[in-house]
Nanobody, 125 residues
């Protein structure tokens, strides 16, 4: 599967952005999708994920209540709606996919075999 992330940009603190991750292939619905982010000088970290089986969603604590991950399998797209943005959310955001992720691994980069290019999100104070 090939992934294309888009929707990044510049936002003010308290503002919103919606990221999209468009996937190729007829089996996109069978992939769990994760969003990760990497700020300058920092390691890539987990943000959110949605499983293909059951559609359960998972978030890192710092974005709970502010970010929402969802998917539209008819459009082969996963969204990350980001609200109440903070300067600390500034990073390059990546989407990733895999078809065989167990729940305990869903926040780990090593669990994902396919990655899209990143999209820059910059939040000004």
């Amino acid at each position: 599967v090939q992934l294309q992330a888009s929707g990044g940009g510049l936002a003010q603190a308290g503002g919103s952005l919606r990221l999209s991750c468009a996937g190729s292939g007829r089996t996109f619905s069978r992939y769990s999708i994760g969003w990760f982010r990497q700020a300058p000088g920092k390691e890539r970290e987990f943000v959110a994920a949605i499983r293909w089986s059951g559609g359960s969603t998972h978030y890192t604590d710092s974005v709970k209540g502010r970010f929402t991950i969802s998917r539209d399998n008819a459009k082969n797209t996963v969204y990350l709606q980001m609200t109440s943005l903070k300067p600390g959310d500034t990073a390059v955001y990546y989407c990733a996919a895999d078809s065989s992720i167990i729940l305990s691994e869903i926040s780990r980069t090593r669990a994902y075999g396919y990655w899209g290019q990143g999209t820059q999100v910059t939040v000004s104070s």
